[in-house]
């Protein structure tokens, strides 16, 4: 399923639903995000990719009440049954032995570091689903499910589990579109206010944690509105290309496989 769904609706206006990390991979190169709209970019399950689902399996299972030891399996599992995909391609790491140890090793992380400071649950993978703003041609719908939800003293607040080869800079979290996406979700729920959106990220390369807090609130909201009212005339145009990218290390053949009819084109590498 493309990152992004345009549906006809019966007064004529068209519904549209991006994901974030559609609008994510629109913020990063807008040409990558035509292709994957328009279903032209390969489908792609690559190494970094299994360690994060596969470690969110594990999670999952233990947040609804199995032991840290069958999270474990389930995390194994689930990454044994990606490798084999016809699609999956090795990116980052060359051997399965490494990708178990690695599975195994940001999953224990979680467990021993994450797990013992979460505020009380609320809710485990919680799906949403809302009208977010409309025109006279479109109506805006936000939609994604949430890795958890916790309770603590100062009100709800959202945790997203993540795997990363490097710590993060906490200043990279002000730009993220993950958190303005689900606290506007809490907002529609529970009413508009701030929210606290919680990044656990596990490192890949040790058994170490990282927890990076960043707030929300309708300011973010209302750009968020902006910026995806500026690319509705793109979406709704039949442009052959739209504005292409190449000012981060996301653009190159390992990371987008439509860079060989793009960049990669010219010869550049």
Not at 99 to 113: D, K, L
Not at 216 to 243: A, G, N, T, V, Y
């Amino acid at each position: 399923m493309p990152g992004i769904e345009l549906t006809e609706m019966d007064d004529g206006r068209i519904k549209v639903v991006p994901s974030q990390s559609w609008i994510g991979t629109f913020f990063n190169c807008p040409e990558q995000a035509r292709h994957e709209m328009t279903g032209s970019l390969p489908r792609k399950e690559t190494d970094a990719t299994a360690i994060g689902t596969a470690m969110h399996a594990g999670i999952e299972a233990v947040l609804k009440g199995d032991s840290v030891e069958n999270g474990n399996l389930v995390a194994v599992a689930t990454f044994a049954e990606l490798i084999e995909l016809p699609e999956f391609q090795w990116v980052q790491i060359k051997t399965p032995e490494t990708g178990f140890a690695t599975v195994e090793r940001t999953f224990h992380s979680w467990a021993n570091e994450i797990l013992p400071q979460l505020p009380t649950t609320f809710g485990v993978e919680v799906g949403f689903d809302w009208p977010f703003f409309e025109t006279d041609k479109y109506v805006v719908h936000l939609k994604g499910t949430m890795d958890f939800v916790g309770e603590s003293e100062n009100g709800l607040e959202v945790w997203d589990w993540k795997t990363a080869g490097r710590l993060w800079d906490a200043y990279e979290t002000k730009w993220k579109i993950q958190p303005t996406i689900y606290t506007w979700a809490l907002a529609q729920e529970f009413g508009a206010r701030a929210y606290d959106f919680v990044y656990a990220i596990m490192l890949k390369s040790k058994q170490d944690v990282q927890v990076l807090i960043t707030e929300r609130d309708e300011r973010h909201w209302k750009w968020l509105e902006m910026q995806l009212m500026s690319m509705l005339p793109l979406i709704e145009s039949d442009f052959p290309h739209w504005p292409m990218r190449d000012q981060h290390s996301l653009c190159s053949p390992k990371w987008c496989s439509v860079y060989d009819v793009c960049r990669g084109a010219t010869g550049l590498r």
